[in-house]
């Protein structure tokens, strides 16, 4: 099993709806759970990060954390061509794990 | 605050050569990064290092050396550069102390012909 997993997608959603992105960590002891975008050949790109329970708002988006189940979720609202890019979670427990991403495209 | 510098930003190399890439940051964090991505991968944990004379392997350690003299600088070494080297390379760092996130370098593209 791998420390991080997330579905490699790709994720298609029309301009204006919502986007899910969806990731599972293996280390119960993990504190800190983080958001990075990348677009296509550049460095991955902070827009998130949530440390507690519950959810976490900024803009149009949105953290979802929820410990008991080791479950970590990304929500973009009203989606934008620009949102395409592929989406990289982060866990920090005993180590720094990412997860392999997932390609998100935004149709307009 | 530059952050995390990379350098080169492009690199074509010759089946053989050796080459370093150098990375360095200015925010006093202890840990370290090398990672290498191939086209439509996710990242790969090369070495990574948790402070000045301290380095350990991640998942795809051979065919790269790393040193760790300085907090600020931590470059990767390519001895006999091989055509399955070509990737882009990130170097990333952060404070271990702090529940922070990696902050990365732009990334060194490098192509082995």
């Known amino acids: 099993q791998k420390e991080v997993e997330q579905n490699s997608g790709p994720l298609s959603v029309p301009e204006g709806a919502i986007a899910s992105l969806n990731c599972t960590y293996s280390?119960?002891?993990?504190?800190?759970f983080f958001w990075y975008r990348q677009y296509s050949g550049k460095s991955p790109e902070l827009i998130m990060f949530?440390?507690?329970?519950g959810d976490k708002e900024d803009g149009r988006f949105t953290a979802q954390l929820n410990k008991a189940s080791q479950y970590v979720s990304l929500l973009i609202r009203d989606s934008q061509p620009s949102d395409s890019a592929t989406y990289l979670c982060?866990?920090?427990?005993?180590?720094?794990?990412f997860g392999t991403g997932t390609s998100l495209t935004v149709i307009p | 605050n530059a952050g995390v510098t990379q350098t080169p930003k492009f690199r074509i190399l010759k089946i053989g050569q050796s080459m370093t890439l150098q990375c360095t940051q200015d925010?006093?964090?202890?840990?370290m990064y090398w990672y290498r991505q191939d086209p439509g991968m996710g990242l790969k944990l090369i070495y990574y290092?948790?402070?000045?004379?301290?380095?350990d392997k991640g998942e795809v350690p051979n065919g790269y050396n790393v040193s760790r003299s300085t907090t600020e600088d931590f470059p990767l070494r390519l001895e006999l550069a091989a055509p399955s080297q070509t990737s882009v390379y990130f170097c990333?760092?952060?404070?271990?102390?702090?529940?922070?996130?990696?902050?990365f370098g732009d990334g060194t593209r490098l192509s082995i012909l």
């Open positions: 982060a866990v920090n427990g005993n180590q720094f794990y």
């Open positions: 280390d119960r002891g993990s504190q800190s």
């Open positions: 949530i440390y507690s329970n």
């Open positions: 925010m006093n964090h202890n840990y």
């Open positions: 290092s948790v402070g000045a004379g301290i380095t």
């Open positions: 990333a760092s952060v404070d271990s102390n702090s529940n922070q996130p990696q902050h």
